[in-house]
């Protein structure tokens, strides 16, 4: 099992909008972090401290907040963004990383 | 740029240990530490632990402790070495480039290690 819950799995058509959730005690005092990973490639940072985004990543990804949950939002979804993705925090005393066990978007 | 490039894969015996090293270019090593992470066959990410560049301070997973160890040699390599291996530790190995001092993040990550556990 995993210290942080993400749906297995989200279904969205190209152009709409996808919402992946995270949900977990540390959310409430620690940041959370997304990362994007493709079949067969190492993860990708997409958002970081719960709503910046790294150079690079297209605008549609961004991030937010809300008590012990957190969500990755992509708007306008496209074929490209079809990926699993997982969050990540720390645990409540901070010794130790935590991932969620990932969402698998599928990009209809 | 910044890249962390991995050795290649390995196939070793249940028992045996396995290094994988995580060489680093295009930033200064000691200002990030490098933090493990593995990746069993159609499982999510598992944390194994991190290990400050700047100061050789380590963090190992609970669950791994007294099998792992991280080194680096100061300047741009980094390794992992898990000892006593079973088939549950086939799998892939990511080093990744780590940012923070409280809750840490992975900014880069290598391209990943298949270490296989068969007899």
Excluded at chain 1, 8 to 36: M, N
Excluded at chain 2, 16 to 44: E, L
């Amino acid at each position: 099992s995993y210290d942080l819950t993400q749906p297995p799995s989200v279904s969205v058509s190209p152009g709409q909008t996808a919402r992946i959730t995270c949900s977990g005690d540390p959310l409430s005092k620690k940041h959370a972090y997304w990362y994007q990973q493709k079949a067969g490639q190492a993860p990708l940072l997409v958002i970081y401290k719960d709503t910046e985004r790294p150079s690079g990543v297209p605008e549609r990804f961004s991030g937010s907040s809300a008590g012990t949950t957190v969500t990755l939002t992509i708007s306008g979804v496209q074929t490209e963004d079809d990926a699993e993705y997982f969050c990540q925090s720390a645990d409540s005393s901070a010794t130790s990383v935590i991932f969620g066990g990932g969402t698998r978007l599928t990009v209809l | 740029q910044v890249q962390l490039v991995q050795s290649g894969a390995e196939v070793t015996k249940p028992g045996a240990s396995v290094t994988v090293s995580c060489k680093t270019s295009g930033y200064a090593f000691n200002n990030y530490g490098i933090t493990w992470v593995r990746q069993a066959p159609g499982q999510g990410l598992e944390w194994m632990g991190w290990i400050s560049s700047y100061n050789e301070k380590t963090n190992y997973a609970q669950k791994l402790q007294g099998r792992i160890t991280m080194t680096t040699d100061t300047t741009t390599t980094g390794y992992m070495e898990l000892r006593s291996l079973t088939s549950d530790d086939t799998a892939v190995y990511y080093c990744a480039r780590t940012v923070g001092a409280i809750t840490l993040y992975f900014d880069h990550w290598g391209q990943g290690t298949l270490v296989t556990v068969s007899s």
